[in-house]
């Protein structure tokens, strides 16, 4: 993780009052747009995943968790599986709505996507007010998924999303 630290200095840019005023919204893109960076990062969040013990597959929220949940299923040698906004995924779906800092949202993953007792780390960019992760968590968890805990990017404390969590562990490379 030695090289993260800088590369999220120097690669993170904040972009005030969207996607509405009031919100800072942490643009990611130009960090793993950069092959240091990407790499960094990448290096960082497996070193992170691998301390929540043995996983059997890791979940991307989308949007921005899909781009980095598959690098960390990869090197981990396990699955991936994608946890969607409503509508968009084919088959039988367990649905878990939720609230954001600036409305109100719905994530869904297949019924069938994890087996009995599956431990699964949940991936996305950034814990905010801890409704996406929370969600998330509990569509495992009736699909009879064990979560092993959350992993992000980027946390913002003054939100206090980590208290919604409960205790389920969490990690986050970054706080602002």
Do not use: C
Request: glycine fraction near 10%; charge should be negative.
């Amino acid at each position: 993780m030695s090289d993260f630290p800088d590369a999220a200095a120097r690669l993170i840019r904040a972009i005030d009052d969207w996607p509405e005023a009031g919100v800072t919204f942490r643009d990611i893109t130009p960090l793993l747009s950069d092959p240091q960076g990407l790499a960094a990062t990448v290096s960082a969040l497996v070193d992170a995943a691998r301390a929540f013990g043995p996983l059997d597959v890791v979940a991307g929220v989308e949007a921005r968790g899909f781009l980095l949940a598959p690098l960390i299923a990869e090197a981990l040698g396990i699955g991936l599986v994608p946890v969607r906004k409503a509508g968009k995924l084919p088959a039988r779906t367990l649905s878990e709505s939720y609230s954001l800092e600036y409305g109100d949202a719905v994530v869904e993953i297949h019924a069938d996507a994890v087996p009995e007792g599956a431990r699964v780390l949940v991936v996305d960019d950034v814990l905010a007010t801890g409704g996406t992760l929370a969600a998330a968590g509990r569509l495992f968890e009736r699909a009879g998924a064990v979560v092993a805990g959350n992993l992000v990017l980027i946390e913002l404390p003054a939100l206090e999303g980590r208290a919604v969590l409960g205790d389920v562990p969490l990690t986050a490379l970054l706080e602002y």
